[in-house]
């Protein structure tokens, strides 16, 4: 049966999200803009060593509309990320496999995610 | 490798329509995969109204009305229609599970049948499973001893030895599991995936076996085992209500302790 004229049955095409595969592949993609957003800042940071004309740019930019909604995206995607890999070590210690259990600490993480981003906001927004 | 779209032969085309000829109020639209391999041609989706005034409860009962009634060539695995033999896995309104046992009542508007995703159909809903028994094969799924059979006594189990196989021989190998795996999708060929990881930990834990440390040396690899993430999709799609996910857990939570 190794025929290669036979189909491929259709797959992600057809297969229902479930809560804990849709978490699963947030994980992964936010972890992607993660590790892109802190090299990112590594670099703003360096060219802060460029004196004030450099640190005017960032700051405007960071003032406009679009550099806040990174803000508050980043802010995001680091808060789910945490929360997320929490659920993560659980697993790794062997606990939280339940179904049930699983649905709960992943809806906690997704809902826990917005509201650390609003705290980080507001909190931010004081100090800056 | 990761392929999100279906090879060209694949792609899904739109099939047959076949109305309702008892002239029945309660119909229930049935979109069926069809494909086959005598016409050369792709895979095709079939839609059948059925009369629900006259059918059983279980989507295999709709099944066999089309096949009885409307279509004999609709072809499909089945046995024992009981949830015990796994033959009737397929892909029911979007997840795996067991036509047998699925009551069509729990799904509102149209019912969609696939095959059990990323498999090589041979016909209709059956899908071509032989890497899956071959890896099977590979985890050695018997009981391995230094008894030569010559022995006069039995090879006893304590009771709570014999607690330790809960939730996991129950399993009966129908492949919704390991079908329902993305990680599986992709790394098909090497991952072993949700069912033959769950057989592996069954022999793993059974207190009668003597080769415990070969065969948990022999998952330990970062294909076979660690492309398990946690999607949990195998304990979404379980007919059985056993926890794959679980299973691979611990086998990755010895493996780090021992």
């Known amino acids: 049966m190794q025929d290669k004229n036979n189909p491929l049955s259709p797959h992600l095409q057809i297969y229902k999200w479930q809560i804990s595969s849709l978490l699963s592949i947030t994980h992964r993609i936010v972890g992607v803009i993660n590790i892109l957003a802190i090299t990112l800042i590594c670099f703003l940071s360096l060219s802060l060593l460029l004196g004030a004309e450099s640190y005017e740019i960032i700051h405007s930019f960071f003032k406009s509309f679009f550099g806040k909604f990174i803000i508050v995206g980043l802010c995001w995607t680091f808060s789910f990320h945490i929360l997320n890999e929490l659920r993560h070590l659980l697993w790794d210690l062997g606990y939280g496999f339940d179904l049930k259990v699983a649905k709960i600490t992943g809806v906690i993480a997704l809902l826990g995610s917005f509201i650390l981003t609003i705290l980080f906001y507001l909190i931010g927004k004081n100090i800056f | ?258």
């Open chain 2, 1 to 258: 490798m990761v392929q999100f779209n279906l090879p060209q032969n694949s792609k899904i085309e739109i099939g047959k329509h076949y109305q309702d000829k008892t002239n029945s109020k309660n119909i229930k639209k049935v979109n069926v995969y069809r494909w086959d391999p005598s016409s050369g041609q792709n895979p095709r989706i079939d839609t059948f109204e059925v009369d629900m005034d006259n059918c059983g409860p279980k989507v295999l009962d709709i099944l066999f009305k089309i096949k009885n009634e409307i279509d004999p060539s609709l072809t499909f695995r089945r046995s024992c229609a009981h949830g015990v033999c796994g033959s009737c896995a397929m892909n029911i309104d979007g997840v795996n599970t067991l036509a047998c046992i699925k009551s069509h009542t729990d799904i509102n508007g149209d019912l969609n049948v696939y095959p059990l995703p990323h498999l090589k159909v041979v016909k209709d809903l059956i899908g071509d499973l032989t890497t899956l028994y071959k890896q099977y094969e590979s985890i050695k799924p018997w009981l391995e001893t230094e008894q030569t059979g010559e022995e006069k006594a039995e090879l006893q189990q304590s009771q709570k030895d014999r607690e330790k196989l809960d939730g996991y021989y129950e399993c009966i190998l129908c492949a919704c599991c390991s079908t329902s795996c993305p990680s599986y999708w992709w790394n098909g060929e090497k991952y072993l995936g949700p069912a033959v990881l769950l057989q592996a930990y069954r022999w793993i834990q059974d207190s009668r076996d003597g080769n415990k440390k070969e065969r948990l040396k022999k998952v330990a690899d970062e294909l076979k085992l660690y492309r398990c993430h946690t999607i949990m999709n195998c304990t979404n799609s379980c007919p059985k209500g056993l926890n794959p996910a679980k299973a691979i857990g611990s086998i990755k939570k010895m493996l780090a302790t021992s």
